[in-house]
């Protein structure tokens, strides 16, 4: 059967198919090859009502929305798009314009927050700084920046508003963040395809795939 992960309980393993798993909610995500991927489609058939939403393989040029993360294979790895959602929505809140003026970097060294001056929006601040530290999960640029911003969480001020639209100038221009997750190792040198499969409906039958906390 499948084997639990250690440090992610939603993560699985069958290591006798070369076959990886991660379940979020009643999303699967599966990770192995063309003949690994239809005997587990088969398998998780037999237990649920599935919604196959889409196959990739390595060098086409489709996409698959995952958790709003877009996921493509390419001939060089997987690629991982960050959701851009959230950076529109911290450049409005932030009252900035598309065509207001960027910068190359979230924050500099001289710039890191300090507690001084008068009191801004703390509710608007604490939202932008949460949808950073959201958005920082995927990208490490916006580590530093998140954590900074996060220092003054419990009391804003117009220093932490500055700081916070540099980050927002910051977005202006790379909102949009692509980046490699896995490149052709050999553990990936076999891969032809990544299935997203979601469960809809009533279990029919013995459960032969993973749930969320257990291997089967």
């Known amino acids: ?19 990886r798993v991660v379940v979020h ?7 192995g ?9 088969g398998n998780i058939s037999k237990a649920w009502t599935v919604k196959f939403r889409q196959r990739l393989h390595r060098g086409a040029s489709e996409a698959v ?11 060089e790895g997987i690629e991982y798009e960050a959701d851009q959602r959230h950076a529109e929505i911290i450049i409005r809140d932030i009252g900035l314009k598309y065509n207001s003026n960027s910068l190359s970097i979230p924050v500099s060294q001289a710039q890191q927050v300090q507690s001084k001056g008068d009191m801004v929006n703390d509710t608007m601040y604490r939202a932008i700084v949460a949808r950073g530290n959201y958005m920082a999960q995927d990208r ?21 508003y500055a700081c916070a639209k540099r980050l927002g100038r910051y977005l202006l ?8 997750v896995a490149g052709p190792e050999p553990g990936l040198r076999g891969l032809r395809g990544l299935a997203a499969l979601s469960d ?3 279990r029919r039958g013995p459960l032969q795939a993973p749930r969320p906390g257990r291997g089967a």
């Open 1 to 19: 059967g499948f084997t639990q992960g250690i440090s992610n309980p939603c993560a699985f393993l069958r290591k006798t198919r070369d076959t």
């Open 25 to 31: 909610g009643d999303d699967f995500t599966v990770l």
């Open 33 to 41: 090859g063309e003949i690994r991927l239809d005997w587990f489609r």
């Open 65 to 75: 929305r995952i958790l709003n993360r877009v996921l493509q294979v390419t001939e």
């Open 140 to 160: 490490t640029d916006m580590q530093y920046t998140a954590k900074e911003l996060s220092r003054t969480m419990p009391k804003p001020d117009e220093t932490s």
């Open 173 to 180: 221009a790379f909102g949009q963040c692509r980046r490699p």
């Open 200 to 202: 809809r409906g009533e």
